[in-house]
């Protein structure tokens, strides 16, 4: 399966390539993305973390149909990567992202969030898509709240900040398509 490209009201969304992985490289390891990743994630992260990661687990994943990666660029600013997006067949984890912090707090993940659970439920018919967080990632948490998921599990996890508690969300393939209609609905009346 190809995976699409999104063109979103302020955003672009490519498939991720090789050559991204220097971009990457260069804004990924900054304390405020990393510091509520599972701590299976390299830190500090090695001068190549960038380049294994994408030629090894999301290169393959996409390949194996199992992934789908994707670069998240602005539409003002086509060829600068602010952050990655990506979906996975991995059992209470499906959905993962960061976003460089210089361009938190514009509704960027929101919008990119939006297009590629869209993309989970409706094309990929997938029955549920699940999503763990740190508790104290507040941003993470608002962005579930705030698309319709539920609080499912809680536990203590370690991440690359420490052990914290921990957090399952999910939203349910129905759930979403009522939302979303009723969003649409909203909008036309």
Known sequence: MTV???????????PLQAEDAQQ?????PQ????????????????PDGAEQFVNNVALPA??????????????????QL????????????HRGFWLDPAWHRRGYMTEACRVVTEYWFTEL?????????????AASRKMSMSS??????????????GEMASELWEITRQEWLTLTTESRDMKSA
């Open 125 to 137: 018919e997938q029955p549920v898509l699940r999503v763990p967080k740190a508790r104290d990632n």
């Open 148 to 161: 319709g998921m539920r609080l499912i599990r809680t536990g203590q996890e370690q991440y690359i900040g």
């Open 24 to 28: 990457i490289q260069r804004c990924f």
């Open 82 to 93: 602010i952050g990655v997006i990506s979906l996975s067949l991995t059992a209470d984890n």
């Open 62 to 79: 996409m390949t194996r149909g199992e992934g789908w990666f994707w670069t998240i660029c602005r539409k003002e600013a086509p060829q």
């Open 4 to 14: 699409p490209t999104f063109d979103t009201e302020r955003l672009l969304l490519r």
């Open 31 to 46: 304390w405020e993305i990393v510091r509520y990743l599972a701590a299976r994630f390299p830190w500090p992260y090695p």
